[in-house]
């Protein structure tokens, strides 16, 4: 298991942006840079799913909903992935996870809500 610590939820006014970040601080380096990461987000009483993927080289992919909108990144020697979101609407009120794929590790979450 890789143990992950996102930060950077809050509450915005729609239109407004937020950074999440997400590090693998006892991870060594070994372990997280192969992996695949990922954010996931779950809205009260729906499932969890998928909202950005990055693979190991920085290939990128993102759900329909927030294309042009938001972007993945990741910083291998910092052992960290980011998710920059951008004109965030009040449909991307949610609770933000980070994953990484290899490990199926899991982070605790941070809340995002966008106020309409």
């Known amino acids: 298991q890789v143990y992950l610590v996102e930060s950077g939820g809050g509450s915005v006014q729609a239109g407004g942006s937020l950074r999440l970040s997400c590090k693998a601080p006892?991870?060594?380096?070994?372990?997280?840079?192969?992996?695949?990461m990922a954010w996931y987000r779950q809205a009260p009483g729906k499932q969890r799913d998928l909202v950005a993927q990055?693979?190991?080289?920085?290939?990128?992919n993102y759900a329909d909903s927030v294309k042009g909108r938001f972007t993945i990144s990741r910083d291998n020697t910092r052992k960290t992935i980011y998710l920059q979101m951008n004109s965030l609407l009040p449909e991307d009120t949610a609770v933000y996870y980070c994953?990484?794929?290899?490990?199926?590790?899991w982070g605790q979450g941070t809340q995002v809500t966008v106020q309409g």
């Open positions: 994953h990484h794929i290899k490990s199926t590790s």
């Open positions: 990055i693979s190991n080289d920085g290939r990128t």
């Open positions: 006892r991870a060594i380096t070994s372990v997280f840079n192969p992996s695949p």
